[in-house]
């Protein structure tokens, strides 16, 4: 089992925010060259996507990896919670920047509810690198890597048992969408961990990894930021109301981040009745630290929202307007994840 544990600050800085997305249709393509982001076009389509779910985004000025990690964020924050939000952000295979020491670190560092998955086509396996982003294999000049979210852009999260793994995923082959790029059995092992290949099994095209370079599920990080995201809204609306600072207005918060749950534990995002994989969790907000989960506790809906009692606030929060902590436990099938929220009543 992978474990994807990771401590998350959710950001507050929300425009605009809207009812929970059912469905991320939407995929932020970045090209230089018409016929790459054609052909990304022709490939989605074949793959039972609809081309106007592309968002196009040209990049034909620069090479400065700052200049276009500024435009993808821009779009992102522009259209972030509403039916034009995207979580996959697709590269022209080829696109003459320097991908993994500049570009990708500086996508790969936002907070909810801005987060994304980049994805990019390579012909050849990037070796270990720890950054959570999807690679297609392919040959020369092929966009492969649309095929990523054209998979995840008809899952549905309010359907029951919805979100399912990329790996073992049948895809359509034909001439015009990309050849097999060939993986060698020496290199199976070490490559299907990390990146994404296709090839044919009896009269079957079928995509082999399901990962992203790093090991983690791209199911699972597709399941972790919709789910951030909601949270993230579950809680600013809450807040929007003005809460009292009590154990009252404490609960109505964590009430909302229930209802935001719910549809995780629903579409198999969350493990019901899972053993909490985690290690167990201390806050320092409190003298001593209060022990907020242990490992090994069985969790029935496959999440735990545990707070701090108002009673415990510092007076520098309550100045502030702020509750006392909140954190979420999750339990997902591809490993344990930890949320943390620090939020002030919104003026």
């Known amino acids: 089992m992978i474990d994807i544990q990771k401590i998350v600050t959710t950001n507050f800085n929300v425009i605009k925010t809207q009812a929970a997305i059912g469905s991320y249709k ?3 393509f970045v090209y230089k060259n018409e016929s790459a982001l054609t052909s990304a076009k022709s490939i989605y389509a074949q793959l039972g996507g609809n081309v106007a779910d592309i968002l196009p985004l040209s990049h034909t000025t620069s090479n400065d990896e700052s200049d276009l990690a500024e435009k993808i964020i821009s779009k992102k924050k522009d259209v972030s919670g509403t039916d034009q939000d995207f979580i996959f952000v697709c590269l022209e295979n080829g696109l003459t920047i320097n991908l993994w020491n500049s570009l990708l670190p500086l996508l790969v560092g936002l907070s909810a509810p801005y987060k994304i998955i980049p994805c990019v086509s390579l012909e050849s396996d990037p070796g270990q690198k720890d950054i959570p982003v999807a690679v297609k294999l392919c040959n020369s000049g092929e966009q492969a890597a649309i095929s990523i979210p054209a998979y995840f852009s008809k899952i549905n999260l309010d359907r029951s048992m919805s ?3 990329y790996c073992y995923t049948e895809e359509k082959q034909v001439d015009s969408l990309y050849t097999i790029k060939t993986v060698q059995d020496t290199d199976y092992e070490s490559c299907v961990s990390r990146c994404n ?4 099994v009896g009269k079957n095209y079928v995509n082999f ?3 992203l370079v790093n090991g983690v599920s791209i199911a699972a990080q597709f399941g972790a930021i919709a789910a951030e995201n909601d949270i993230v809204r579950a809680v600013l609306d ?3 109301k003005k809460p009292y600072l009590n154990n009252a207005g404490l609960n ?3 009430s909302a981040i229930n209802t935001a749950l719910t549809r995780y534990t629903h579409n198999g995002f969350l493990e019901q009745n899972g053993v909490y994989t985690g290690e167990t969790y201390e806050d320092n907000y409190t003298t001593p630290p209060t022990t907020l989960i ?3 506790v069985i969790l029935p809906e496959g999440y735990y ?4 009692p108002m009673s415990k606030i510092n007076m520098n929060d309550r100045k502030a307007r702020k509750f006392t902590p909140i954190t979420i436990f999750m339990q997902t099938l591809s490993g344990a994840r930890v949320v943390e929220i620090d939020g002030a009543v919104v003026d």
């Open 197 to 200: 290949f296709l090839n044919q």
């Open 26 to 28: 939407k995929t932020l």
């Open 305 to 308: 929202v545990a707070r701090i």
């Open 209 to 211: 990894g399901g990962n």
């Open 163 to 165: 979100l399912r793994d």
């Open 294 to 296: 242990k490992k090994g």
């Open 252 to 254: 109505n918060v964590i």
């Open 238 to 240: 809450a807040m929007l």
